[in-house]
């Protein structure tokens, strides 16, 4: 299968390990992987601060460069830009001409998991990581794409790893793009809560599919002094030990 992957600007900007991970990952899988260059902002901030009007102007070229790749699906390690072009391109173009295109383009964009357990069916990647992980989900993977179980169940098949339960596991870590700026006191006082509950797991890692979440939590983390250490889903599944 000929795959596209679409890297986040924080992922291509911050921790491009993580976009190097998911293109390890999915080669291993026996995907042709391809990484159109030209690949930006899908809109996100701006249609999340209500200015749509500029996040459709960044949406429309994203649609054009993923169609015109010729990719069978498009795969990007986050639930946040995958619910993005999956289920909000469709709203932001809804009665435009651009219409068609981006229902085009939302039917083959896929968050990592969804991909691998939805499309290829799959449980386990063959990956193996050593030590003591809880599973952070993000609110655009629980919410816009209902990913539930996947995440979990492709961590549960990791050699090595040893996964445990959290407190307020559906709670969000209140980073939240833009809100965390805006709501800057709301988003520190939710990130405490999460914090709490992933110190009372004991874990070494903490895990997520989104790497805003784990860029919010790390830094928490650091300045709380903790030694648990933030990693993504991607880099979990594409190690081998």
Same mark, same amino acid.
């Given at each position: 299968m000929k795959v596209a992957v679409f890297i986040p600007c924080?992922? $291509?900007? #911050?921790v491009p390990e993580v976009g190097k991970a998911t293109v390890q990952l999915l080669r291993r899988l026996g995907m042709e992987v391809i990484y159109p260059s030209a690949q930006t902002c899908c809109g996100q901030p701006a249609f999340n601060t209500g200015f749509w009007a500029e996040a459709a102007d960044v949406a429309k070229r994203q649609i054009k460069i993923f169609l015109d790749s010729g990719a069978e699906a498009i795969v990007s390690p986050s639930g946040s830009c995958s619910a993005m072009q999956s289920v909000f391109y469709p709203t932001l173009f809804h009665g435009t001409p651009e219409e068609s *295109? *981006?229902? $085009? %383009?939302a039917s083959r964009t896929f968050? %990592?998991?969804q991909f691998i357990v939805h499309k290829l069916g799959l449980r386990d990647v063959g990956a193996r990581f050593e030590g003591k992980g809880v599973l952070h989900r993000s609110c655009h993977s629980l919410r816009e794409l209902n990913l539930r179980t996947e995440a979990q169940e492709l961590l549960?098949?990791?050699q090595g790893l040893e996964l445990v339960p959290m407190d307020a596991d559906e709670e969000?870590?209140?980073f939240g793009g833009t809100f965390s700026v805006k709501m800057s006191d709301i988003s520190t006082a939710m990130g405490e809560v999460k914090l709490s509950a992933i110190e009372r797991t004991d874990a070494s890692?903490? #895990?997520s599919g989104d790497s805003s979440c784990l860029m919010h939590l790390g830094g928490m983390m650091s300045r709380r002094g903790m030694k648990v250490k933030p990693i993504h889903l991607a880099e979990v599944l594409a190690s081998t030990g």
């Amino acid at each position: 299968m000929k795959v596209a992957v679409f890297i986040p600007c924080y992922v $291509d900007q #911050i921790v491009p390990e993580v976009g190097k991970a998911t293109v390890q990952l999915l080669r291993r899988l026996g995907m042709e992987v391809i990484y159109p260059s030209a690949q930006t902002c899908c809109g996100q901030p701006a249609f999340n601060t209500g200015f749509w009007a500029e996040a459709a102007d960044v949406a429309k070229r994203q649609i054009k460069i993923f169609l015109d790749s010729g990719a069978e699906a498009i795969v990007s390690p986050s639930g946040s830009c995958s619910a993005m072009q999956s289920v909000f391109y469709p709203t932001l173009f809804h009665g435009t001409p651009e219409e068609s *295109a *981006a229902r $085009d %383009l939302a039917s083959r964009t896929f968050e %990592l998991t969804q991909f691998i357990v939805h499309k290829l069916g799959l449980r386990d990647v063959g990956a193996r990581f050593e030590g003591k992980g809880v599973l952070h989900r993000s609110c655009h993977s629980l919410r816009e794409l209902n990913l539930r179980t996947e995440a979990q169940e492709l961590l549960s098949n990791v050699q090595g790893l040893e996964l445990v339960p959290m407190d307020a596991d559906e709670e969000c870590c209140g980073f939240g793009g833009t809100f965390s700026v805006k709501m800057s006191d709301i988003s520190t006082a939710m990130g405490e809560v999460k914090l709490s509950a992933i110190e009372r797991t004991d874990a070494s890692w903490v #895990i997520s599919g989104d790497s805003s979440c784990l860029m919010h939590l790390g830094g928490m983390m650091s300045r709380r002094g903790m030694k648990v250490k933030p990693i993504h889903l991607a880099e979990v599944l594409a190690s081998t030990g």
